[in-house]
């Protein structure tokens, strides 16, 4: 199974990124998925989760209104759309796969997860 996260990059506050994540050697459609995060010397945050139909989301309340979470199944992919950036959105920027149906319980938790990304850096200067 791999994860290929990409998109990440240096941009100034109020701009946009769109992260994508493109998976193989898993059946896609059937995983939640989700983004990830961790800035140096702190924890890794949850951002956002998708359920496999694309229908339903979940983000952390920090990102309701600038990040926007998607998925299309015929790629394979995910992707993280983030507008009105912040110095603080700088972190490692990771995609997660979950194996479990959709569910808000746990959700937020690293631990739940069975694959992860290699991760791509977002940089916000301010």
């Known amino acids: 199974v791999q994860l290929q996260a990409s998109g990440g990059g240096l941009v100034q506050a109020g701009g946009s990124l769109r992260l994508s994540c493109v998976a193989s050697g898993l059946a896609f459609s059937r995983y939640t998925m989700a983004w990830f995060r961790q800035a140096p010397g702190k924890e890794r945050e949850f951002v956002a989760a998708?359920?496999?139909?694309?229908?339903?989301?979940y983000l952390a309340d920090s990102m309701k209104g600038r990040f926007t979470i998607s998925r299309d199944n015929a790629k394979n992919a995910v992707y993280l759309q983030m507008n009105s950036l912040k110095p603080e959105d700088t972190a490692v920027y990771y995609c997660a796969s979950d194996s479990r149906s959709f569910s808000t319980v746990g959700i937020t938790s690293t631990r739940l997860y069975d694959y992860w990304g290699q991760g791509t850096q977002v940089t916000v200067s301010s």
């Open positions: 998708i359920a496999w139909s694309g229908v339903t989301t």
